[in-house]
């Protein structure tokens, strides 16, 4: 369970959540939607631990990201962000063996073929996908993925909205930022709306 | 604090020296002596201006000193210390050369700038330019150009011969090999003294072999571990200043190849003032013999 | 084969760095496996040569710790001030009367040098809460061309032998190695070497980018800084005892990475060999090619090291992507 209690964050000088309250039940799927800049991401990364309100509380389980050690915030939240980047060549498999064990969501995610490409070389869809499926090795209770379906074919965002729903079956929490208006969010259990 | 900063700032831009250990074996312009001929003589000329090394004392030892009423820098004997500078550094001043109001000004190859020699020559002013001694074979051949430029070539020939009666070669039981090093630790010089170096001439006066003189092929050869270690020395044989640079004895040991030789084992190691060592004139002998003895007590 | 040829490379340089030199050595073989019985080649050219390697290997693995941490191909220890901090640190203990080139204690006031500067890089690139690659090239090769300046400043002013020349802080010199320097640099080394092995994992992880390091569970700033004392030991260490050899931190992870791939654990040892390696040739160049003379190190490792820096760019290589 993500509760959170009237935070408020401020970047760059600017107040972009104000006195914002939720709760973010286990085993479900909330998708974020709303316009550019009105703080889907923001709210993203102050639950992941990223970012700290300046007024109010996050809490994971009754653990403050903020407050706990880089670690020990692995085994409880995994996140995928927006446009991930690769320097070094390492493979599809190494990348999500530095989360956890890779098989398995290789196989749901259909990125075995894929398993001993170099990273540096794959397309932007095929990167986000590798992104995902690292954040779901690291098998966390909370799994957060900033826009995961935006840079995939039909085919891709069936399969990954599946292996979500399954997630969301087997108890995680799955936050998603994304950016289609409501009709197409049927996947999930709950939308939040965010405006300026 | 701050306090602490300061020193260590005032500490660091004095360059605390480090211990030195000076070698047992130096030799200083105190214990050698120039060979100079007593007999009042007559000149042709009464106002000499010297701008060339050693010539000052040559002139001294012909019993000439009265006559020098100007000098260059390097002319630095302590009976010349109240006759006038002519050069600002090791450049001349024609102006000041002109006031003396000299009938000869001697010059040697090295004096300049040679845009201020002209200015003297075309003063109307006699120039005499002598030859410069590398080597103990050219100390004759500059007293005897010395002596004619004064007028005085029968005093020439005199001292010519008292210098040549007075070096010794002393004998040793058996050569000893010597190299003469030129260092300059501040700028990381280190050289070899070789063929030509001036050294040699010394080295072979005194009865020893110079090593790097018979094995390596130029006057100044770089100096690497290696190829001192190859030579192995059985003395070595440097500047008083120069030893100074690298951090006297001491220093010199922690050289790498430099410990690997025998000179190095037995801190057998000779240190000349600088302005004695390779300048050739009446006080040579007189280093020949001190060497002489220096070296003797070394290798003892 | 192409993965043992660097190893195989080292072994044969070691052995020609050895055998070449001014000196002859008489019955070179039986010489070589008794050790202490010839002087030239047991006090004079074994511990150079030994020395090459080790400072190879150390400018090596610090250069892998540099982009290593800063996520950045362009990284090394010149240009983060690690290696002008060291020749600082040295310059000033040795003014200072405390130690002597090449002596445990200079190595100590070099590695505090090193870091004290990188850090400062760090910092004024504001690396800690943000990671920016412009920021910290520029802020290092500003950070390191004014240390390098207050090295020749003092150099100049304060005529001493002992705290070296211009030359040797800026462009190396083995040429002063003797035995006793050897346990210093070896000390460094190893416990440089050690503890970049134990990060290693972490700086793998690293190359994510902060954000996502952070959130598979790495201690950014703390790695970071770990990183960074692994890079002052190894480059103060080197730096202080031999001076600046320029490209080796920067050429040889590159290299390494060419051959083997990005993992950092197994590029340890790899990157060390090449380092060692290309140290050794350079330093066999230099006291061969213009017998007696010896040319600066740091010229002929600049000679070799270009071409690597210009096939970084032109040749395609997977395993550094250089936008």
Known sequence: MITINEITIVRDGREIIYDYSEQIPA?????????NGCGKSTLLAAIAGDIAPIKGTITIDELHPILTSPAQLAQIRAVAIQNQSYTLGFTVKQIIEMAGPAEEVMRSLDLTSLADRVVTTLSGGEAQ??????????????????????????????????????????????????????????????????FL | MRRLGVIAIAILLTGCANSQISSN????????????????????????????????????SLN???????????????????????????????????????DLVIIDASTGPKAAIAQIKSAGIRVVQTPESWTLADISIKVAAVADAIGAPQQGVLLNTAIKDAIQTSTFSSKPRIAFLYLRGTSSIYLVGGPGSGADSLISAIGAIDVGATSLPRPFNTMTAESLATLNPDLILVMTKGLESVGGVSGLLKLPGVAQTKAGKNEAIIDVDDSLLLSFGPRTPSLVVALGKKVSAALK | MKKIAPAIA?????????????????????????????????????????????????????????????????????ILGTTAGA????????LTGLVQVGSMGAIACGALGALAATSLTFKLANLRSQLSSFALIIVGIAVSASITAVVGLLSAMVTRADARSISF??????????????????????????????????????????????????DVPRVRLIALVALSLLAGGAVSTVGSIAFIGLAAPHI?????????????????????????????????????????????????????????????????KTQ
């Not at chain 1, 085993?27 to 316009?35: F, L, Q, R, Y």
């Not at chain 2, 214990?31 to 201006?49: E, H, L, N």
């Not at chain 3, 003797?178 to 640099?185: A, E, K, M, Q, Y």
Request: net charge neutral.
């Open chain 1, 27 to 35: 085993g479900s799927i909330t998708a974020i939607v709303g316009p």
């Open chain 3, 169 to 218: 802080w800026n462009f190396g010199s083995l040429a002063l190695i003797t035995r006793d320097n050897l346990v210093g640099i070896s000390i460094t080394a190893i416990v440089g070497g050690f503890i970049a092995w134990k990060i290693s994992p972490s700086l793998d992880r690293l190359s994510l980018g902060d954000a996502t390091a952070f959130h598979i569970g790495i």
């Open chain 2, 25 to 60: 074996y130096t030799i200083s312009e105190n214990d050698v002596s120039a060979i100079s001929i007593d007999a009042p003589t007559k000149f042709s000329v009464s106002r000499v201006v010297v701008l060339a090394n050693g010539v000052a004392e040559i002139m001294n």
């Open chain 2, 64 to 102: 000439a000193r009265s006559i020098i009423v100007g000098r260059d820098i390097s002319s630095s004997e302590k009976a010349l210390k109240d006759v006038p500078l002519a050069t600002s550094g090791h450049q001349v001043l024609p102006e000041e050369v002109i006031a003396l109001k000299p």
């Open chain 1, 129 to 194: 996908r590798v992104s995902i499926a690292a954040a779901i090795a690291q098998r966390t209770p909370v799994l957060l993925l900033d826009e995961p379906l935006a840079a995939q074919d039909v085919r891709s965002r069936k399969r990954i909205i599946e292996v979500l729903k399954k997630l969301a079956e087997d108890g995680v929490s799955v936050v998603v930022v994304a950016h289609s208006n409501e009709s197409e969010l049927t996947w999930a259990d709950k939308v939040i709306k965010q």
């Open chain 3, 10 to 78: 080292l072994v044969i340089a070691t052995f020609v760095a050895i055998y070449v030199g001014t000196a002859q050595i008489d019955s070179f073989w039986s010489a070589l496996f008794a050790p202490g019985s010839n002087e030239i080649l047991w006090q004079i050219r074994i511990p150079r040569v030994t020395a090459a390697l080790i400072v190879g290997a150390s400018l090596a693995l610090a250069g892998l710790m540099a982009q290593g941490a800063c996520n950045n191909a362009l990284a090394e220890p010149s």
């Open chain 3, 87 to 94: 020749a600082l640190g040295t310059v000033i203990a040795v």
């Open chain 3, 256 to 320: 390494a990475r060419f051959i083997y791939g990005p993992i950092h654990r197994n590029l340890i040892v790899h990157t060390a060999i090449i380092g060692a390696l290309l140290v050794v040739v350079a330093d066999t160049l230099s006291r061969s090619v213009a017998q007696p003379n010896e040319l600066p190190i740091g010229l002929i490792t600049s000679l070799l090291g270009a071409p690597v820096l210009i096939a970084l760019v032109t040749v395609k290589n997977n395993v550094w």
